[in-house]
């Protein structure tokens, strides 16, 4: 009997031997490279980029030409007062206020330039945790065909029970009810495949959500504290280099604001000739500047209103910092939670639950035991495979989001600028 049953769990399997596999780093890399929002964050990092090249500059000089002309005639060459007018004229604005504007510039491309970072690894971690779900369900689905083809199997000796008056159809109807709730799990399980398998091909930019057979995963592991976790995440994390990039731009445009009390200086030169004329040609230079008058209408708000918005920046970082700790407990215990699980299932409950079915089936078939029993023994089996696989996801996950966490350093991501 327990021949049988072994050919036909490998029967079972065989077709799927020869399937295609989906490849998880081929679908990332699929998945980093069509990801439209990816993409707009790239135009996104270009555009400050290109801003912080200006943001130092001075602006173009003004140049101005006219003519002074006595009288109502054209008269130049004519009267000593008519003549033609140059003037060339640059704004220098107080020092600082360049500098300060070109670092505010510069900060922010590199605060989205960090949070592109983050978006990447949140795009890997999403492509994994959708493969790690797929797979599960898949493999949960073959545990469920195998318990319907050993219920099948089951029916079967029941029914030849009942022909031959060896008992009454209670047997034979308990088990039907059964399959049909197995068939019942079974088209809940494929339209959650489905469901997977979409959201997997919106990922990943694909109009066809076909991938092939869904492989285990290598296991990973993570031997560091808690602590430890949280100090390589205080120094990786893409989320929080962003933040505190934003921070410093916040600094650089308080320090701006607080300049414009200051003012900026015009210089400006001037040539006026005076063709066919005996007199010299006039020559001016001048400087110009504003006078910040309306200083506590005026600027005085608008340096508070900098402070402000520096300090909500401040408290937005220092509040993700306690987050990021937080987040990082509850993954490492869902991580642990689900690998002790695992242990238990791994130590012997899930063999024992196997043999016991086997035993069971193998009673049946020869005249002993009852259907009840082999209908628990059956479930009891295909529940503790189905726990497992549930598990295994949830702990990976766990892990592949510490990895997010850490900007990646845990399991060594790299993530390109581009």
Do not use: C, W
């Amino acid at each position: 009997m327990k021949r049988y049953i072994l050919a036909m769990l490998i029967l079972l399997t065989a077709a799927a031997a020869h399937a295609e596999t989906a490849d998880i780093d081929k679908l990332i890399e699929t998945a980093l490279s069509r990801n439209i929002n990816l993409e707009s964050m790239k135009y996104d990092v270009r555009a400050l980029e290109h801003a912080s090249e200006y943001a130092g500059t001075l602006n173009d000089p003004m140049v101005s030409l006219g003519v002074v002309n006595e009288g109502t005639y054209y008269t130049i060459g004519e009267e000593g007062m008519s003549r033609y007018t140059i003037m060339v004229s640059q704004m220098f604005p107080f020092f600082g206020k360049l500098g300060s504007k070109e670092a505010e510039a510069k900060y922010k491309a590199l605060a989205q330039k960090d949070l592109l970072r983050a978006e990447k690894l949140n795009v890997i971690h999403t492509v994994k945790s959708l493969y790690l779900d797929i797979y599960a369900v898949q493999e949960s689905l073959k545990l469920q065909n195998t318990k319907l083809k050993l219920l099948e199997m089951t029916e079967s000796s029941a029914q030849a029970k009942y022909s031959s008056g060896m008992m009454d159809s209670r047997d034979v109807l308990m088990i039907q009810r059964e399959k049909y709730m197995v068939l019942e799990d079974i088209e809940m399980l494929k339209e959650k495949d489905r469901m997977l398998r979409t959201s997997l091909a919106h990922a990943t930019g694909r109009d066809s959500d076909e991938f092939g057979d869904f492989v285990q995963l290598p296991e990973r592991e993570v031997k560091l504290s808690a602590q430890e976790l949280y100090n390589m995440a205080a120094q990786n994390s893409y989320t929080l280099k962003s933040m505190e990039n934003e921070v410093e731009a916040m600094k650089a445009n308080v320090k701006m604001k607080e300049l414009e009390k200051y003012p900026d200086f015009t210089v400006s030169l001037g040539y006026e000739p005076r063709p066919g004329f005996t007199m010299s040609d006039v020559y001016s230079a001048a400087v110009t500047f504003n006078v910040p008058l309306y200083y506590n209408k005026r600027q005085l708000p608008a340096i508070n209103e900098a402070k402000a918005q520096k300090f909500k920046a401040d408290t937005v970082y220092y509040n993700m910092r306690h987050e990021l700790r937080s987040m990082i407990t509850e993954q490492m215990a869902s991580a642990d939670a689900s690998g002790r699980i695992m242990e238990l299932y791994k130590s012997g409950i899930s063999a024992k639950a196997d043999q016991t079915r086997d035993a069971a089936l193998a009673s049946y078939r020869q005249g002993r035991g009852s259907a009840e029993n082999v209908i628990t023994a059956v479930n009891t089996s295909v529940e503790y495979g189905m726990k497992y696989l549930d598990k295994y996801a949830e702990k990976q996950k766990s892990l592949s989001a510490l990895n997010v966490l850490t900007g990646g350093a845990l399991y060594g991501t790299i993530i390109d600028e581009n």
